[in-house]
Nanobody, 119 residues
């Protein structure tokens, strides 16, 4: 069973920063694109940022220039550095791993971590 362990959420004032972390096993991390999604109350889950095994990244327009996704291959961890936070960034943030390992498809989710940005 694929396990993703998230940490780093919390309460922050608008304009502040938070860093989310998501750790998994080396066997999963090395073959998976890693991504962060978020879900605000009453809204659908949306992609925030993603990073491929090759280091390519993409971001939602709403976070471009404020958020940075990065991979630490030594720690099998993906990070989401969130700066200049806005109240609309509030939601539950989920880590996702997607790839293939020995012909088995991977599409795993973390448990979610709450991010609340106050005005």
């Amino acid at each position: 069973q694929v396990q993703l362990v998230e940490s780093g959420g919390g309460l922050v004032q608008a304009g502040g920063s938070l860093r989310l972390s998501c750790a998994t096993s080396k066997s999963i991390f090395s073959v998976s694109a890693m991504a962060w999604y978020r879900q605000a109350p009453g809204k659908q889950r949306e992609l925030v940022a993603a990073a491929t095994t090759g280091g390519n990244t993409n971001y939602a327009d709403s976070v471009q220039g404020r958020f940075t996704i990065s991979r630490d291959n030594a720690k099998n961890t993906v990070y989401l550095q969130m700066n200049s936070l806005k109240t609309e960034d509030t939601g539950v943030y989920y880590c996702n791993a997607r790839g293939q390992f020995m012909a088995v498809a991977i599409n795993a989710w973390g448990q979610g971590t709450q991010v609340t940005v106050s005005s």
